[in-house]
């Protein structure tokens, strides 16, 4: 991988991760705000619906640069995108939000040996393959 292909990813996955703690905080103020009283969507310093558009514009953006060095991560990106919104009603139930953040957390990995796999077709196979 490039060096700027190489940056262009980690300032993508850097972003996202703060995005996406965003994302799930807008769905949880409720325990936010008996452990993190002093958060700003907590207090209503701002509103639930600018952080949440905020939060999936920037998701989107950082799932279309990490598209950018691999289509197929534009799919991963919106699963892990998909998994965050699942996130908080799942983990309320012990059964549920366990599995859903490993899904999201397994798909980083993933996205990240796509940025450095130029080959879509290639990637694919790679992906799609299952040990013998």
Excluded: H
């Excluded at 899904?103 to 080959?119: D, K, N, Q, R, T």
């Amino acid at each position: 991988m490039q060096a700027s292909a190489f940056l262009l990813a980690l300032t993508a996955f850097f972003f996202s991760y703060g995005l996406g703690q965003a994302l799930t905080d807008v769905f949880q103020t409720d325990t936010d705000a008996l452990s993190s009283p002093y958060r700003p969507l907590v207090r209503g310093e701002i509103s639930r619906p600018s952080v949440l558009v905020v939060s999936l514009a920037g998701l989107l953006l950082c799932g279309v640069t990490l598209a950018l060095l691999n289509p197929w991560n534009l799919v991963l990106a919106g699963l892990a995108v998909a998994g965050l919104g699942a996130y908080t009603p799942l983990k309320r139930r012990f059964w549920g939000g366990p599995p859903c953040n490993a899904v999201v957390v397994a798909l980083l990995p993933a996205m990240g040996f796509l940025c450095g796999e130029s080959s879509p077709k290639r990637a694919r196979g790679v992906l799609c393959s299952f040990p013998p």
